[in-house]
């Protein structure tokens, strides 16, 4: 069965960085679009960042672009979300998501926190 497991949040302070992971098996992998979604208290899912299958497009919500890069490696099934000049509201539950025939696939996400 298709499985994503997220890690790497934690809690940083205002301008720090973190690297979130996602493990991606039950699929092929390098076939799909891939994406990060980020889920704040009291807030609806927000997209954040997708890749394409090959990894040679990239996507992101303008209130992170230049600050976070997504990459993703078809060899190790992983996709990454690269997080620098982290904002206090950068804080939320980051989700790793795939698509597949119309369904939405998520992880248990992982927490971020951002301190001021």
């Known amino acids: 069965q298709v499985q994503l497991v997220e890690s790497g949040g934690g809690l940083v302070q205002a301008g720090g960085a973190l690297r979130l992971s996602c493990a991606a098996s039950?699929?092929?992998?390098?076939?799909?679009?891939m994406s990060w979604y980020r889920q704040a208290p009291g807030k609806e899912r927000e997209l954040v960042a997708t890749i394409t299958s090959g990894g040679d497009s990239t996507n992101y919500a303008d209130s992170v672009k230049g600050r976070f890069t997504i990459s993703r490696d078809n060899a190790k099934n992983t996709v990454y979300l690269q997080m620098n000049s982290l904002k206090p509201e950068d804080t939320a539950v980051y989700y790793c998501?795939?698509?597949?025939?119309?369904?939405?696939?998520w992880g248990q996400g992982t927490q971020v926190t951002v301190s001021s």
């Open positions: 998501n795939v698509r597949i025939r119309l369904i939405m696939r």
């Open positions: 039950g699929f092929t992998f390098s076939s799909y679009i």
